[in-house]
C-alpha cells in the first residue's frame, strides 16, 4: 500500500456503507478547495477524471 493509499483506507473504513451522490462529493471537493487553495489543480483534474471514466478514448 502506498503512503497516499492511507486516506482512502480510511474513508472506506469510516464511510464504506454509506451512499452518497455526486453533488455531494462535488460540494465536499468544493469546500477541501476552499479551505486548501494549493489543491485546486489535482481536485480538478480530479473531478475531470470521474466526469469522463466511461468516456470512450
Known amino acids: 500500500m502506498y503512503a497516499s493509499d492511507r486516506g482512502l483506507e480510511e474513508l472506506e473504513t469510516r464511510r464504506g456503507?454509506?451512499?452518497v451522490t455526486l453533488a455531494w462529493l462535488a460540494e465536499?471537493?468544493?469546500v477541501f478547495v476552499d479551505?486548501?487553495?494549493e489543491f485546486e489543480v489535482p481536485v480538478e483534474r480530479l473531478?475531470?477524471?470521474l466526469?469522463?471514466?466511461d468516456d470512450e478514448d
Open 47 to 49: 473531478a475531470t477524471w
Open 35 to 37: 479551505l486548501f487553495p
Open 17 to 19: 456503507d454509506e451512499e
Open 28 to 30: 465536499r471537493l468544493r
Open 51 to 53: 466526469a469522463r471514466a
